[in-house]
Structures are given as structure tokens and as C-alpha cells.
T-cell receptor, first 111, second 112 residues
């Protein structure tokens, strides 16, 4: 069964304490892995797209990496404003642009 | 990228009534999508709406309950029909101008 799993479900960090979020997937024919940030009461905000194993993308304190079975979102020296739910989604298979979403990681960064 | 707006942003409705949610994109797009996000959960795809064709529904979602219109390349509506408290959720519209899906701010629905 095609599946996307994120861990941990929740993560609490002190400001400046670096960590990583994990997204593992079991799909055939990966056509892109997406990371989104979602703040309470808002729609998901696009962060990164990764297409092939070994690819990396960076934006400010965030870096996303991809292997054949999983992706990591590394957060370096986080700030309280990085607190949000981080969602991973996978596009796979045929010609549609449908995504399968993971359940997300709720990140809280304390000052 | 794409800027997507939704109306209404939130509503409280009575059981048995229907609500139509509007989604507007700032550019022409072929594919638009409707998702549901129940409290504390991730996003579940309801249907894909392509302009000029009938919407394609995912397993567990039917047209009678969630009719969708797609009259042009920048606009779509989702109706939640004959609502029950189980329909209380956030409904999200998204669009794919190129390879990336961009999302609207969502419509928060509470059914009493």
C-alpha cells in the first residue's frame, strides 16, 4: 500500500537546538516529494520539492534531503517563528498531480 | 507560484443544510484540487477538478455529497451537501500552475 509516514509526531526544541524531521515513503514511481509548513488556521505553505535521491534544497534555516526511501527536513538553530506543523507529501505513479500527505510533525521552538 | 483565495473563511451551519465554498486562483491552471483536513489530522484528497470535464472523486467521496463546479481556468466551487456534524472540518483548495501544488487559506466549517 502506498504510504507516507512522518516522525516524530511532535517535537519540542529550545531556540538554537538543531534537529531533523523524518518522512518515509513506500510508493512506486516517485514523481516528487514535497515539504510544506502549516501554521494554525492557515493553508499549507510550500517549502521544497525534491525529485531524486541525493538531491538537497535549502532555505534559510531549513534543508531538505532525499534518499530512495525517506526524506529529512533539517532545522538548524531554530527560532520560535519556526514553530508550525511540517507536512511531507509524495506525488507518484501516473500523469495526475495527486499527492499523498503524511500526518505531519508539530514543531514547537521555545525561546 | 499561485495565490489562492477561498470564501468563506469560516462558517457555522445547521445540520441538513448545504454550504458552497469558492476558490479563486490568480492565474489560469488546468488542475484544481479539493482537500479535507479534520481536526488534528493531515490532508485527505476529496476530488480533482479539471476545467471542461467532470470532477474525479477519491474513494469514500461521492458527487451527491460533494458536488464540484469548474466553470473556468481560475475558479472552482465545492458544495458540502446535507451536512452533518461529521462534516465539520477544514476544506482546502489547491492548484498546480506547474509542478507544485499551492494551497488556499482554507474554509473552517462547523456543523451543529
Amino acid at each position: 500500500e502506498d504510504q507516507v509516514t512522518q516522525s516524530p509526531e511532535a517535537l519540542r526544541l529550545q531556540e538554537g537546538e538543531s534537529s531533523s524531521l523524518n518522512c518515509s515513503y513506500t510508493v512506486s514511481g516517485l514523481r516528487g516529494l514535497f515539504w510544506y509548513r502549516q501554521d494554525p488556521g492557515k493553508g499549507p505553505e510550500f517549502l521544497f520539492t525534491l525529485y531524486s535521491a541525493g538531491e538537497e534544497k535549502e532555505k534559510e534555516r531549513l534543508k531538505a534531503t532525499l534518499t530512495k526511501k525517506e526524506s529529512f527536513l533539517h532545522i538548524t538553530a531554530p527560532k520560535p517563528e519556526d514553530s508550525a506543523t511540517y507536512l511531507c507529501a509524495v506525488r507518484y505513479g501516473g500523469a495526475t498531480n495527486k499527492l499523498i500527505f503524511g500526518t505531519g510533525t508539530l514543531l514547537a521552538v521555545q525561546p | 507560484s499561485a495565490v489562492i483565495s477561498q470564501k468563506p473563511s469560516r462558517d457555522i451551519c445547521q445540520r441538513g443544510t448545504s454550504l458552497t465554498i469558492q476558490c479563486q486562483v490568480d492565474s489560469q491552471v488546468t488542475m484544481m484540487f479539493w482537500y479535507r483536513q479534520q481536526p488534528g489530522q493531515s490532508l485527505t484528497l476529496i476530488a480533482t477538478a479539471n476545467q471542461g470535464s467532470e470532477a474525479t472523486y477519491e474513494s469514500g467521496f461521492v458527487i451527491d455529497k460533494f458536488p464540484i463546479s469548474r466553470p473556468n481556468l481560475t475558479f472552482s466551487t465545492l458544495t458540502v451537501s446535507n451536512m452533518s456534524p461529521e462534516d465539520s472540518s477544514i476544506y482546502l483548495c489547491s492548484a498546480t500552475p506547474q509542478e507544485t501544488q499551492y494551497f488556499g487559506p482554507g474554509t473552517r466549517l462547523l456543523v451543529l
